[in-house]
Structures are given as C-alpha cells and as structure tokens.
C-alpha cells in the first residue's frame, strides 16, 4: 500500500513537472543584431547549452516560476524571470569592448547615434586623428539605419524614409564640408612656415613644390576623388591649404565632393538593403564584414591601379621614347 501510494506521488510530481515546464522558441542576438550560433542557460541551479539555428533562435525548457540567467564567453550574462521570457521573443546580449568594435560601424551607430557620426564625418578631415575611422562603410550603415538615427537623434518623425534619408544626408554633407574647411584653414595657416623651412632627412622643400603643382593642375579633381578614399581625404585639405589652393575653388568643389559623397553612401546603403532584402532574401544588416570590404575594395582600387600600373606605363612609355 505504501509502494502503491508512493509511486502515485512520484508519477503525480513528474506529471507536475513536466506540466510546468514550457518549450519555448527564443532568438538569440548581440547589440550588432547579429545571430549568436550558441548559448549556456541557467536555472533552477543547473546549467544547459543551447545550439541555435543560422537566425539565432533555439528552444528552450523553461519553468515560470524560474529566472534564467543566458551567458556566452564572449558576451556579458542576461538575467530575466521566465515570465518575461516570450514565445518567437528576442533576447540581446552585450558582446564585451574589443579594439576590433572601432572598425565596426554598427559599434557607432548604437553608441553613439547621431552626434557622433556627424563628428566622425568632421573629424575625418578637420582633424589629424579622424584617419582610421571607418568613414565609407559608417555611412553606408547609416544610409540603412537613417529612420533610427534622425527619430533618435532629433527626436522627431518625418513620416517617410526619404525625408529621414534626405535630412541624414544634409547633416552630413555639412559635418564633411566643415571638416574640410577646418583641414584647409590649418594647411594654410602651416603653409608658409612649412616653405620656409630648411631641407631635412625627413622633410624636403621639393615635394610641397610638387604638391602645389598638382593642386594647380588637378586641385579640383583631386579634392572631389579624395572624399571617397580613406585616409587621403583626411590629408588632402591639409595639404591644399598647406600648398595655397586658391580658397573659392576649393570651396566649390568641397562643396560638390561631400555632398556626391554623402548621397551616394547613404543612398547606396539604404537602398540597397532594402533591394537585397525584397529580392534576394538577404539581410546586409548580418554580413557587414561584407560591406567593410566591399567599400574597401570598390575605393582603393582605383588608387591601387594607378600607383602599380601607371607608374609602370609611364616608365615602359619612357624607355620607349629614349630608345
């Protein structure tokens, strides 16, 4: 009778148990919004590891009354009561700072939002330390989070994505166009000391001679091209102010160069992904890796091509000429 009713108990609170416990689908993301491929789920004083699909969802077991504390190595740990945890629902984890988040433009776009991709745009060229920031690929982000950006950071709704796309655009064609002014003003207030300076190991007179020649000849040009290659579009209005680029003509074409700079990487990165996304089922939002080296590829390039092969045509045109 005892066994009898003690088994009836033992079946009674397994039935229980597994009543109480619910599956539930989760996704798992980081603050990038990329997928987390696994994940350790603690509660109830035991833990379990979780493997989840491409999308970052799993299911889970999970008992109401519990909090669940999900934790990865890499990430800051999460802890929620069951009850906030929903069927199909998202749970974010905080991936831990590395030095490799500065060249993630998403690291931007959450941190700091608006402001600060304005002031990285400016201080790409108006000032010396703006070199390694990731201009191109933040503003094709951006171009994709513009909706986000001017609702968050002006703290107002257009009613339409162009207008958001529109005003990002505006905002940061000013933030370039300043930034260059601000590198122009330097060089020229340098430039006269620079040519008076005497010849040294490191720094020779002819070549600041060479750079106002090119400036002369190819100065507008040079300060439209330079907005879309990294690193010399942080030099170049230093060196036309440093060289005496005449100020109304650089005006004019810093003018054209950031506003073709910044139509063009926003428009590219909004449109885009949407037509990615609608068409091919392919979220540029999860591969940005592939952007960053796209846009790496796309504007150095050119500049690759020039240095290696045209220098090499110019000397087989030489010998031809001397022979």
């Not at 929903?86 to 905080?94: A, C, E, F, T």
């Not at 060479?210 to 439209?224: L, M, P, Q, R, S």
Request: glycine residues 10%; charged residues 15%.
């Amino acid at each position: 009778m005892v066994k009898r009713l003690w088994l009836f108990v033992l079946t009674l609170s397994t039935g229980w148990g597994a009543i109480a416990q619910q599956q539930i689908k989760v996704q798992f993301r980081n603050q990038y919004e990329l997928p987390l491929e696994s994940i350790k789920v603690f509660q109830g004083g035991s833990e379990n590891s979780y493997t989840a699909d491409a999308d970052g969802f799993a299911v889970l077991s999970v008992v109401p009354g519990d909090s669940v504390t999900f934790s990865h190595p890499d990430y800051k740990p999460v802890t929620l009561p069951a009850t906030e945890i929903k069927d199909n629902g998202k749970v974010v984890l905080h991936k831990k700072f590395t030095w490799k988040d500065l060249l993630n433009p998403m690291f931007y776009i959450i941190y700091g939002g608006l402001w600060l991709l304005l002031f990285i745009v400016f201080a790409e060229t108006g000032l010396f330390a703006g070199f390694f920031l990731p201009g191109d690929s933040l503003l094709f982000v951006a171009g994709i989070y513009s909706h986000e950006l001017i609702t968050k950071g002006l703290g107002v709704s257009l009613g339409s994505d162009f207008l958001h796309l529109l005003v990002l655009t505006i905002l940061v064609s000013i933030a370039g166009i300043l930034g260059n002014f601000v590198g122009y003003w330097f060089g020229a207030k340098s430039g006269p000391f620079l040519f008076k300076r005497k010849d040294t190991a490191l720094f020779k007179k002819k070549h600041l001679y060479a750079a106002k020649e090119f400036y002369d000849k190819h100065g507008g040009t040079a300060i439209v091209f330079a907005r879309f290659l990294p690193i010399i579009r942080t030099f170049a209005p230093i060196i036309a102010g440093i060289v005496g680029m005449d100020k109304k003509k650089f005006s004019y074409y810093n003018f054209v160069g950031c506003i073709a700079w910044a139509t063009s990487m926003l428009f590219a990165g909004h449109y885009l992904y949407q037509f990615f996304l609608k068409q091919l089922d392919f979220d540029l939002k999860e591969h940005l890796e592939i952007i960053v080296i796209g846009i790496i590829v796309v504007t150095t390039a050119p500049v690759l091509y020039k240095l290696f092969f045209g220098k090499r045509g110019a000397s087989e045109k030489d010998t031809v000429q001397n022979s």
